[in-house]
């Protein structure tokens, strides 16, 4: 590439702030690999520090004597530039929970893995998002503690149809609803009545309406003439803290009922974007492939924790593992890798941590378990109904998920076409996040696919260290974090503290796809 060609694309924009004085008003990374657009290739990226986007890209390694004396350029080759993460799926809890996740702690977790863009679920801080003055509370209490960019969802639950369009036209980057008991009193299931009103009053909005499809089948039961249904209970049939009582307790079915009954409200919004966050029952797919041959506009995620645990290998009481829906058998962790095998016509397009953590004496974990603390009580340790029910893992996908895909035959692409493009695609970020393309953010991870680690506190940065990867051993290292156009983290000087957490709030409503 002759010199003379890089004149036109260093050149600032017209009408950007000048940068400070004596500070490049580019910068530049090269590798010999870098996923561009998708397509792993040889890269020169140039990001404005003025803007934070990326400004040109050349299809090769520039030596850096191309670029005007003084130039910020690291040649990172061999190690591959990749979209920085968007991690579609995370609950961060605060106000209100701040102890179990905060801004601050799961954000900086976050760009420790590479992710640089999080959006944040509806629940488990107090207040939800579910009304427009829980957001207002969400935004202010976000303010000057994030590490990375944030974005929000809103909540759908019982009466709050009229808080949605407001909820849209504040930014929220889709809505999540549940159809079981969610786990916190302020975050009710809907009934298919508020699911049909949601739909009709969202059927035209630039949003996407995502449930977490798990349902209690009715059983009917004649009384004289009448039909009566009702909901059975989650009986355990078995011991408290063996997990296959536990995994007994929550079916496939579950999954499956939940889902048949979302297809069945679905053409009161033909246009509308519907979503299955956390998949995990391949009896799913099927049901899934059929309605969107049929144009129903509907998509699933998965997470790692359902593509790398299975039941089998999950010990007595270690409730580090308890997840809903549950992590089911190898059978089924097998299956879902099959479908991602599809790359054009998966019905399960994105990889999200479902990153929701608590406080360690809520996961009663026995003492023999790493993550435990000592409690006064025994009582209800090891106990898998009673635990609280999610995965702290916010910042290990990326290595959680090349472990096991690199071992499938899955290559980086897979990867950044589920962890970046997908879920920038799913919240509307695609002409921000997600790629590495002219003209969107200057949002990098520089990721060594061969190095590995052992999972310790030291490599979780979520606020409670309590994790099944804990004493794992990953391959994949994200080496250094850029969120446009600045490094903010490196695997071996930590937190680039000076520039303090830089992470901006998204909130730009969508606009229709
Ligand atoms: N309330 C909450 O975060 N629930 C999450 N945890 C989990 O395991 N599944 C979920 O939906
Ligand atoms: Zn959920
Ligand atoms: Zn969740």
């Known amino acids: 590439m002759a010199p003379h060609a890089l004149s036109p694309a260093v050149r600032s924009e017209a009408g950007s702030p000048t940068p400070r004085q004596g500070q490049s008003e580019i910068t530049v990374l090269a590798s010999s690999r870098a996923v561009v657009k998708g397509r792993m290739t040889a890269a020169t990226i140039v990001i404005s520090t003025v803007t934070g986007k990326i400004q040109s890209i050349w299809e090769s390694v520039l030596p850096a004597s191309d670029f005007p004396a003084g130039t910020p350029y690291v040649d990172?080759?061999?190690?591959?530039?990749?979209?920085?993460l968007v991690d579609a799926h995370v609950h961060l809890n605060e106000p209100g929970r701040t102890e179990w996740?905060?801004?601050?702690?799961?954000?900086?977790?976050?760009?420790?893995g590479g992710v640089t863009t999080v959006v944040d679920m509806p629940l488990n801080a107090i207040p939800p998002t579910t009304t427009v003055a829980g957001f207002e509370e969400k935004i202010a209490a976000a303010q000057g503690k994030c590490w990375v960019d944030v974005g929000f969802y809103g909540g759908i639950v019982p009466g709050n149809v009229e808080e949605l369009k407001p909820l849209v036209k504040m930014g929220v980057r889709g809505f999540k609803g549940f159809l079981i008991d969610s786990g916190v009193d302020e975050f009710p299931?809907?009934?298919?009545?508020?699911i049909s009103k949601v739909f009709r009053e969202?059927?035209?909005e630039p949003t996407t309406v995502m449930f977490h499809a798990e349902m209690i089948p009715p059983v009917t039961k004649s009384v004289g003439d009448d039909v009566q249904i009702s909901e059975p209970p989650m009986v355990p049939s078995g011991p408290l803290d063996v997990y296959q009582t536990f995994l007994d307790s929550r079916p496939s079915t579950f999954e499956t009922y939940a889902i048949l009954e979302i297809l069945s409200l679905?053409?009161?919004?033909?246009?509308?974007?519907?979503?299955?966050?956390h998949l995990s029952a391949v009896e799913a797919i099927p049901m899934l492939r059929e309605a969107r041959a049929k144009g129903v506009n509907i998509t699933a995620e998965t997470c790692p924790h359902y593509l790398s645990l299975a039941a089998e290998a999950i010990k007595k009481g270690d409730t580090r593992h308890k997840c809903c829906p549950p992590i089911?058998?190898?059978?089924?962790?097998?299956?879902?890798?099959s479908e991602m095998c599809r790359p054009d016509d998966s019905v399960i397009k994105t990889v999200v941590s479902d990153h929701s953590p608590c406080t360690p004496n809520l996961k009663l974990l026995p003492a023999n378990v790493p993550g435990a603390i000592e409690t006064t009580t025994k009582e209800g340790e090891g106990d898998f109904f009673s635990a609280w029910g999610g995965i702290s893992?916010?910042?290990l996908g990326?290595?959680?998920?090349?472990?096991?895909?690199?071992t499938r035959k899955f290559t980086i692409e897979d990867v950044v076409r589920w962890c970046c493009l997908n879920t920038a695609k799913q919240v509307g970020l695609e002409h921000q996040k997600g790629d590495i393309a002219v003209g969107l953010d200057g949002d990098i991870a520089v990721f060594d696919e061969e190095a590995e680690f052992i999972v310790q506190p030291s490599t979780m940065l979520f606020r409670n260290k309590c994790s099944p990867y804990q004493g794992k051993a990953l391959k994949g290292v994200v080496q250094e974090t850029w969120l446009r156009g600045r490094k903010i983290h490196t695997r071996e000087q930590g937190f680039i503290e000076k520039t303090g957490p830089a992470g901006q709030l998204l909130l730009e409503p969508r606009v229709k796809a």
């Open 398 to 406: 990326i290595s959680v998920l090349w472990t096991e895909a690199s």
């Open 189 to 194: 299931a809907v009934s298919s009545e508020d």
């Open 393 to 395: 893992s916010v910042g």
């Open 328 to 337: 089911r058998n190898q059978n089924n962790q097998d299956g879902l890798w």
């Open 101 to 112: 996740e905060g801004f601050w702690t799961g954000t900086r977790a976050a760009a420790f």
């Open 266 to 277: 679905a053409h009161l919004a033909p246009q509308l974007p519907l979503h299955i966050v």
């Open 76 to 84: 990172h080759s061999p190690h591959i530039l990749m979209p920085g």
């Open 202 to 204: 969202l059927a035209d």
